[in-house]
């Protein structure tokens, strides 16, 4: 399976190890900008609860800062803040009744076992994870934004100025 396209500017970041032309780069900026969905209907849906809602105030204002969030995105948004809202409640009635609860099975045994909200917590944050990590909401996802083209900090000799990659 081939990889995901990375826009142009994130390319030029990594170093063009494609490279690509002036013209083709200019192309691609230019056919970038012209897909680029609007930003003017970025606000939390209905349907979302209160904490949602809150949470997705908060990130999208960051995200908007950065220029990373559409009106396209509203529902990938949603679907997290949903999640993370949901995460929250499991917290709150895993804090009140506790790591362990007790059943009792059939044969009218009682045992202590884990909570049973604890693997849906899990399966949350997984869920929110995977959708942060599409947005650049954790450090690994933002360091890949930020990865300096390591040709540049080096002084290139004069034999690598002239002949390039083919020493």
């Known amino acids: 399976m081939g990889r995901n396209a990375k826009p142009i500017h994130l390319h030029l970041l990594e170093g063009n190890k494609n490279r690509l032309t002036k013209k083709e780069i200019e192309q691609r900026l230019e056919t970038e900008k012209r897909l680029k969905p609007k930003k003017d209907k970025i606000k939390p849906p209905s349907w979302l ?3 949602a809602k809150k949470e997705f105030k908060r990130i999208a204002k960051e995200l908007m800062e950065l220029d990373l969030l559409t009106n396209v995105d509203v529902n990938a948004l949603a679907a997290y803040c949903d999640a993370y809202s949901d995460y929250v409640k499991c917290t709150q009635i ?3 009744e506790g790591l362990m609860v007790e059943y009792t099975n ?3 045994e009682t045992n202590k076992v884990p909570h049973p ?3 849906k917590k899990k399966q949350l944050y997984e869920q ?3 959708i942060a990590s599409e947005f650049g909401l954790s450090p690994a996802a933002r360091a890949k934004l930020a990865i300096p083209k390591s040709e540049e900090h080096q002084q290139k000799s004069e034999e ?3 002949f390039g990659d083919a020493l």
């Open 49 to 51: 609860d209160d904490v």
């Open 94 to 96: 895993i804090q009140e």
């Open 106 to 108: 059939k044969a009218a």
């Open 117 to 119: 909200l604890l693997t």
């Open 128 to 130: 929110m994870r995977s």
């Open 160 to 162: 690598e100025q002239l």
